[in-house]
T-cell receptor, first 110, second 109 residues
Framework: DTAVSQTPKYLVTQMGNDKSIKCEQN?????MYWYKQDSKKFLKIMFS???????INETVPNRFSPKSPDKAHLNLHINSLELGDSAVYFC?????????FGPGTRLLVL | GENVEQHPSTLSVQEGDSAVIKCTYS??????FPWYKQELGKRPQLIID?????GEKKDQRIAVTLNKTAKHFSLHITETQPEDSAVYFC????????FGKGTTLSVSS
């Protein structure tokens, strides 16, 4: 279970604040992702990094900025939080095609 | 880009019955099709996957079939048990996993 970890697990914050979510993996995988799961359970890809390089950047507001300081970490910084950003954010890693998810960060914007 | 449709959105079965969930995809270049199970408050967990060069794969009570020509794939769960109750997601991958909208399966005893 600690192969892909995320911090924090829960995040409650006010609109307009800036917050970061961190993801770390010890699987040695080259590719990492951020997904957003909304209240209707829809899992939508946001970003993909391969060897610290941005590969996929879906239609996501530029308030969201991913950063990969090294292969084991992919962080997500969100500026000027809005109510609609409330969701569960999952980090995932992949080796070849098989993808593994982190435990998720539940973000609530008030 | 890839689009994945999943049906039904909810499925209720009696314990011991079979459950079938169907998905279609749009991009013929997609070549990997996993299924994930997500229990309430937990992360999605991979339960079975199939690659585009295979038509069927089975693992105990679960099986997946793939029809590349029709661009659809299905998950079959036999002898369902209450612990199979969860949300199931299909996905298709070319460069990244694109998920269907999920099926909430309820198995009543």
């Amino acid at each position: 279970d600690t192969a892909v970890s995320q911090t924090p697990k829960y995040l409650v914050t006010q609109m307009g604040n800036d917050k970061s979510i961190k993801c770390e993996q010890n699987l040695g995988h080259d590719t990492m992702y951020w997904y957003k799961q909304d209240s209707k359970k829809f899992l939508k890809i946001m970003f993909s990094y391969n060897n610290k390089e941005l590969i996929i950047n879906e239609t996501v507001p530029n308030r969201f900025s991913p950063k990969s300081p090294d292969k084991a970490h992919l962080n997500l910084h969100i500026n000027s939080l809005e109510l609609g950003d409330s969701a569960v954010y999952f980090c995932a890693t992949a080796t070849g095609k098989t993808q593994y998810f982190g435990p998720g960060t539940r973000l609530l914007v008030l | 880009g890839e689009n994945v449709e999943q049906h039904p959105s909810t499925l209720s079965v009696q314990e011991g019955d079979s459950a079938v969930i169907k998905c279609t995809y749009s991009d013929s270049a997609s070549n990997y099709f996993p299924w994930y199970k997500q229990e309430l408050g937990k992360r999605p967990q991979l339960i079975i996957d199939i690659r585009s060069n295979v038509g069927e794969k089975k693992d105990q009570r679960i099986a997946v079939t793939l029809n590349k020509t029709a661009k659809h794939f299905s998950l079959h769960i036999t002898e369902t048990q209450p612990e199979d109750s969860a949300v199931y997601f299909c996905a298709a991958r070319k460069t990244a996993l694109i998920f269907g909208k999920g099926t909430t399966l309820s198995v009543s005893s």
